[in-house]
T-cell receptor
Framework: DAGVTQSPTHLIKTRGQQVTLRCSPKSGHDTVSWYQQALGQGPQFIFQ???????QRGNFPDRFSGHQFPNYSSELNVNALLLGDSALYLC???????????????FGAGSRLTVL | AQKVTQAQTEISVVEKEDVTLDCVYETRDTTYYLFWYKQPPSGELVFLIR??????QNEISGRYSWNFQKSTSSFNFTITASQVVDSAVYFC??????????FGTGTRLTVIP
């Protein structure tokens, strides 16, 4: 049973470019969350998708956008890249985000983005 | 706002030593959840434990144990008889019913053979 898979694993972009990162959730999961982890820091919540809609958003600018597809997979898009966007982007999946209680998130290995 | 503090940035121990990783949190919520995750060099965060705010029972799982004390807003993690495979970055995290995790800055544990 595959866990959370992310692609690409590594990529390099230049300032001003746009990037799309992809995530396939764990089988049986319907909710996808994205986190940004800068070097030496803890992951920071970007946003969460459930039923193909953005349900929650962290403190990130509109340059960060996403999408969830009917098969529950998700994309993270970042426009007008800045040097400070260099980070490990982690995708996490869970089941039934809107249920009460805390769901355990299953994380992927991340996509490491370097902006030059 | 919620806040999670892991004051220890790096810890080194010799194999077979015990080590405790500290986690202190701040919140005004009455219902919340606390987590520990392990991040090996591969990058993915591996779930270790979840605790809700109404359950202060300590838990032991093999060489791992957790001490949750609401009175001091702490949720500490102890590894007994550490092994080289325990080397990783460990994150404490806080979650409300909204399901987004607030992570601490992590503690890098190095176990020296």
């Amino acid at each position: 049973d595959a866990g959370v898979t992310q692609s690409p694993t590594h990529l390099i972009k230049t300032r001003g470019q746009q990037v799309t990162l992809r995530c396939s959730p764990k089988s049986g999961h319907d909710t996808v969350s994205w986190y940004q982890q800068a070097l030496g820091q803890g992951p920071q919540f970007i946003f969460q998708y459930y039923e193909e809609e953005e349900r929650q958003r962290g403190n990130f600018p509109d340059r960060f956008s996403g999408h969830q597809f009917p098969n529950y997979s998700s994309e993270l898009n970042v426009n007008a890249l800045l040097l400070g966007d260099s980070a490990l982007y982690l995708c996490a999946s869970s089941f039934r985000a809107m249920s009460s209680g805390a769901n355990v998130l299953t994380f992927g290995a991340g996509s490491r983005l370097t902006v030059l | 706002a919620q806040k999670v503090t892991q004051a220890q940035t790096e810890i080194s121990v010799v194999e077979k030593e015990d080590v405790t990783l500290d986690c202190v949190y701040e919140t005004r919520d009455t219902t919340y959840y606390l987590f520990w995750y392990k991040q090996p060099p591969s990058g993915e965060l591996v779930f270790l434990i979840r605790r809700n705010s109404f359950d202060e029972q300590n838990e032991i799982s093999g060489r791992y144990s957790w001490n949750f004390q609401k009175s001091t807003s702490s949720f500490n993690f102890t590894i007994t008889a550490s092994q080289v495979v325990d080397s990783a970055v460990y994150f404490c995290a806080y979650q409300t019913g909204a399901n987004n995790l607030f992570f601490g800055t992590g503690t890098r544990l190095t176990v020296i053979p």
